[in-house]
């Protein structure tokens, strides 16, 4: 079955440190995102990627980045780790359109020290 | 500013009753709207959606409505059971460029 995994599941890591969180999804979908979500909050858009090559910045990116090298894989780097990006993110992906259904992974709960 | 609000934040209800878990929003220009249901330590998993005409969606116990000119959308839950413990959460898709548009979600646990 296709599927949408994301890895690791938990990381503690220390501030000023460079993390990377992995997200790989076996449907073949062109869009890939990746989101924050933080307890009293919605989930909040930090890139996204619309196919190969192609990033865009969501709405809380800064401090973020990601690079899409082949449809399956979008990680998303932490250059600098900061205590303020503890939180748990999520990486979703759809087919093309505006209509289409945004799939989930089970998450990565990053802790930052 | 686009905003999706709901309420209330968190509900017991005891196993076998009904509950209606609520959704406002302010996103223009609208697309569609989807309840999705998360579990703990899970990723969201969308249980319904809902076009500008549509004004009401089933999915076995639940119910989703929308009315598009107050912009507001409920959620009814019949004959909840255990599993139905979880994050509800209402989002909107905007017209163009597939943003979402996330509420904080309503934490709903069913006691035995």
């Known amino acids: 079955d296709a599927e949408i995994t994301q890895s690791p599941r938990h990381k503690i890591t220390e501030t000023g440190r460079q993390v990377t969180l992995a997200c790989h999804q076996t449907w073949n979908h062109n869009n890939m995102f990746w989101y924050r979500q933080d307890l009293g909050h919605g989930l909040r858009l930090i890139h996204y990627?619309?196919?190969?090559?192609?990033?865009n910045k969501g709405e809380v990116s800064d401090g973020y980045s990601v690079s899409r090298s082949n449809t399956e894989d979008l990680p998303l780097t932490l250059e600098s780790a900061a205590s303020s990006q503890t939180s748990v993110y999520f990486c979703?992906?759809?087919?093309?359109?505006?209509?289409?259904?945004?799939?989930f992974g089970p998450g990565t709960r990053l802790t930052v020290l | 500013k686009n905003q999706v609000e709901q309420s209330p934040q968190s509900l017991i209800i005891l196993e076998g009753k009904n509950c209606t878990l609520q959704?406002?929003?302010?996103?223009?220009?609208?697309?569609?709207l989807r309840w999705y249901k998360q579990d703990t330590g899970r990723g969201p998993v969308s249980l319904t959606i809902m076009t500008f005409s549509e004004n009401t969606k089933s999915n076995g116990r639940y119910t989703a409505t929308l009315d598009a000119d107050t912009k507001q959308s409920s959620l009814h839950i019949t004959a909840s059971q255990l599993s139905d413990s979880a994050s509800y959460i209402c989002?909107?898709?905007?017209?163009?460029?597939?943003?979402?548009?996330f509420g904080a979600g309503t934490i709903l646990r069913v006691k035995s």
């Open positions: 990627s619309y196919g190969v090559q192609d990033t």
């Open positions: 989002v909107v898709s905007l017209e163009y460029g597939n943003k979402l548009v």
């Open positions: 959704c406002n929003y302010t996103v223009s220009p609208f697309s569609n």
């Open positions: 979703a992906s759809s087919e093309s359109g505006s209509d289409s259904e945004q799939f």
